[in-house]
């Protein structure tokens, strides 16, 4: 890897920084503002602010844990920030899609590796909802890691794409070379 493609590597990774001192610093605030049960609209009827403890995983599943469960969870998001360190080596330079996804992935995975360490918990405090339906209350790096991974997908349904085109391409071109040559 040469040292231009490496500045590169890095600005991505202060990018995913920037991304977890922004979860952490807003989940700081929830805790301050909004721990006592108080809660904050913000779009009524659609976007609320409120202060929830996620023992869980993604969106309060799995809850039943104890210490076990906690540490379980943090070996887990341990091996999935080196996992995602990993590839994000090993990505090409040119592949800013991947590249960012793995940026989006490591800043939240990391924030609320830091919760889970450090609380047992994480902090969640954004609710969507309309009407009488709730989405689990969330955090920035729970909408970090989403955004990571739709990228992800993204990039594998569009490579996929792209090849099968060149591929599709190739074969027109042989079988009109080889009526040509006939």
């Known amino acids: 890897m040469n040292k231009r493609h490496f500045g590169w590597r890095i600005a991505y990774l202060f990018?995913?920084?920037?991304?977890?001192?922004?979860d952490q610093a807003s989940k700081a605030w929830a805790v301050k503002t909004l721990r006592g049960g108080e809660s904050i609209t913000l779009i009524s009827g659609f976007l609320d602010l409120v202060y929830a403890e996620n023992p869980g995983v993604a969106f309060g599943q799995l809850q039943e844990g104890g210490s076990f469960g906690r540490w379980f969870f943090v070996v887990l998001a341990s091996a999935a920030a080196v996992a995602v360190l990993i590839y994000f080596f090993r990505a090409a330079r040119s592949d800013d899609r991947i590249l960012g996804a793995c940026a989006l992935l490591l800043a939240g995975i990391v924030g609320n590796l830091t919760d889970r360490a450090?609380?047992?918990?994480?902090?969640?405090?954004?609710?969507?909802?309309?009407?009488?339906?709730?989405?689990?209350?969330?955090?920035?790096?729970?909408?970090?890691?989403?955004?990571?991974?739709?990228?992800?997908?993204?990039?594998?349904?569009?490579?996929?794409?792209?090849?099968?085109?060149?591929?599709?391409?190739?074969?027109?071109?042989?079988?009109?070379?080889?009526s040509a040559s006939s």
């Open 15 to 22: 990018a995913a920084l920037g991304i977890y001192l922004v």
């Open 118 to 178: 450090r609380l047992g918990y994480v902090i969640d405090f954004i609710l969507l909802h309309y009407n009488s339906y709730h989405w689990p209350v969330f955090n920035v790096a729970d909408a970090s890691i989403c955004a990571g991974a739709f990228l992800l997908v993204y990039d594998m349904f569009m490579t996929g794409r792209s090849e099968r085109r060149k591929k599709t391409a190739e074969v027109a071109n042989a079988k009109s070379e080889a």
